[in-house]
């Protein structure tokens, strides 16, 4: 089996964003970036379908020095090659304008048997550049998958789907497929030495816009279908009572409000 | 014209339905588009039937044995040719297993915006303005779409208010024939309750929930030590589950449990929609966090922003005191 295992970079975790000053996006020049969570799970069930089922696991991402670093990581853990999206008119794409890239660079690799994207990035956290690739290329999908099955003779595979209200779907779906992977499927593993030393000698495959035969409107901002008019941290309309003091009087305070007060105690 | 495409189960519209119809009435009221609400499935006749008496202009029923499930090839093929006789300016969809399950797809089909996840919406001259959470709900993201109508957009749960659907109406229901070309491709093969454990909190009086800031599963400790002290039982945010810190049974949310006990103690938890969606008609709120941008505080009633190690073990010891002394 050919596994593709698509990872968006994203500023740590960690790190204090700020909104930039023409109040589009956040500050992202001094910031360090990692792999979206969700995307680790999805490589991890990648490279354990492959220890299942044999074959190689190839992971891509788009953008620049921060999308190398995470496919480096991605090979330390153990992907055998990695193709990197880099061009500066890939700069502002949104989840369409980057599905209609990556759909583009995965034909360009000659195609997958299965694709594996996490549920949602860390940032836009919208869930649908998954799904959207599945359409560009053409091939079915599941998304919020928290178990797959693969059956590559018969080509086809089952995925547990988890939808709300604690009820879980398996549905089974043709090859070729995309899933977009929820967190909590699988414990990711940590790169080894060994392994981070390896990647150094794996194939870093460079694609420009040009080489994906997308033409300048196509690509970016220019392509996507959305404005961002503005980024802003939203005004709480909050009935909250904030208790200061020292942690013991905060303490104090909160009993006897809960007692007195709100009388849920 | 604004679409809403209904999700039902068992002959009614579910919940997620009456949030994205009072979507579809507000933006209404501000762009003067009437409200269709679209019905996909089998034997539809009862949630059509339940739905026109909203304050809405039609109901449209896709009745079809290839529809009696869910699934994304069917839906798609199905709105596609509904849309391309109709024309309509924005199609709201659930930001749902089912909404961000197919919409993606209808959007690239149609190569047509779609903004996900909408939690608001605002009019600037004649051009609709989409408001999303970003970062995990820190931040918002105003977006304006481009291009010709439809436009598309799924509603984030919990961001509309489900009991403010407007009634009174008596809404034309007609059918539309959906042109498929069989039966989906994804087959569902087995739908079942996902694990439930010992911890069925729906009925907790108290419960003290902790997050991701609790940093390791060993410090879950002090949770316990404060649930103890009060008497109360213990839940958990996503990010704790995942780590596999607690099993999954804990978990509170749109995947996990929803409660609404008298007191809910949110401990290390930002506060994402998706814990928010599963907790906030608990009567009393209580967050403890040392970030105090966090979302949590906004539904929160009461907020200490504190480091939770110094908080946690000063409630725990009054608690105590006070049961010692009685």
Not at chain 1, 123 to 133: F, Y
Not at chain 2, 218 to 238: H, K, M, P, T
Not at chain 2, 266 to 283: D, E, N, P
């Amino acid at each position: 089996m050919k596994i593709i295992s698509c990872i968006k970079p994203v500023p740590d975790p960690a790190s204090r964003l700020v909104i930039n000053e023409t109040k589009t996006w956040i500050k992202d020049q001094d910031l360090t970036f990692v792999a979206s969570e969700a995307d680790n799970y999805a490589l991890e069930e990648a490279l354990r379908l492959k220890e299942k089922h044999g074959g190689e696991v190839v992971v891509i991402s788009m953008g620049g020095e921060e999308a190398a670093r995470v496919l480096r990581s991605g090979l330390a853990m153990g992907a055998d090659r990695a193709i990197h999206l880099f061009d500066e008119k890939f700069k502002g794409a949104d989840e369409f304008a980057a599905a209609e890239a990556l759909a583009e660079a995965i034909r360009k690799d000659g195609g997958a048997d299965l694709i594996l994207t996490g549920v949602q990035s860390d940032d836009l956290g919208t869930g649908m550049t998954g799904v959207m690739l599945a359409e560009f290329l053409g091939i079915g999908h599941a998304t919020v998958v928290v178990g797959v099955e693969a059956n590559p003779d018969a080509k086809t595979l089952r995925a547990k789907r988890e939808l709300e209200g604690g009820m879980n779907e398996t549905v089974e779906l043709p090859v070729p497929a995309l899933l977009t992977i929820q967190f909590g499927i699988n414990q990711p593993r940590y790169a080894s030495l060994k392994g981070i030393m390896a990647a150094k000698k794996k194939e870093m495959k460079v694609l420009a816009a040009a080489d994906l035969g997308l033409a300048d409107h196509q690509v970016g901002r220019a392509g996507a279908m959305y404005e961002v008019k503005e980024v802003l941290i939203p005004e709480r309309k909050s009935r909250v009572e904030i208790l200061t003091g020292t942690p013991e009087e905060a303490a104090a305070k909160l009993v006897e409000k809960l007692r007195k007060e709100a009388k849920v105690l | 014209m604004i679409f809403v495409i209904a999700e039902h189960n068992n002959g009614r519209p579910k919940p997620i339905t009456n949030e994205l119809l009072v979507a579809a009435q507000r933006v209404s009221r501000e762009f003067g588009q009437p409200v269709t609400a679209i019905v996909l499935g089998e034997n539809t006749a009862a949630v059509a039937d339940d739905l026109k008496s909203r304050k809405i202009d039609r109901v449209i029923r896709i009745d079809d044995p290839n529809l009696a499930q869910y699934s994304p090839d069917t839906y798609v093929t199905a709105l596609n040719g509904l849309l391309a006789d109709e024309k309509p300016f924005l199609v709201i969809a659930g930001h749902t297993t089912q909404g961000y399950d197919f919409a993606p797809r209808l959007a690239v089909k149609l190569r047509r915006p779609l903004i996900a996840g909408m939690v608001d919406f605002e009019k600037h001259g004649d051009r609709l303005i989409l408001t999303r959470q970003i970062f995990n709900a820190k931040m918002n993201m105003k977006t304006a779409v481009r291009g010709e109508a439809p436009y598309l957009a799924t509603a984030s749960p919990g961001a509309f208010p489900g009991d403010e659907v407007e009634g009174g109406g008596n809404a034309e229901v007609v059918s539309y024939a959906a042109q498929l070309e069989g039966p989906s491709t994804r087959k569902v093969v087995d739908r079942a309750e996902a694990q439930k454990g010992q911890a069925d909190l729906s009925s907790a009086p108290i419960i003290i929930s902790g997050g991701r800031g609790l940093k390791q599963k060993e410090n879950f400790q002090v949770i316990f030590d404060l649930a103890q002290s009060i008497g109360g039982s213990v839940g958990a945010s996503r990010p704790v589950v995942d780590a596999e810190w607690l099993p999954r049974e804990y978990q509170i949310g749109s995947s996990g449990q929803t409660v609404s006990p008298r007191l809910y103690i949110a401990v290390g938890i930002s506060g994402a929609i998706q814990h928010l969606v599963g907790m906030q008609t608990s009567r009393c709120i209580v967050a403890i966090n040392k970030d105090a941008e966090a979302p949590i505080f906004k539904v929160a009633h009461y907020g200490i922003v504190d480091d939770l190690f110094k908080v946690l073990p000063a409630l725990t010891k009054i608690f105590n005191d006070l049961k010692a002394g009685s």
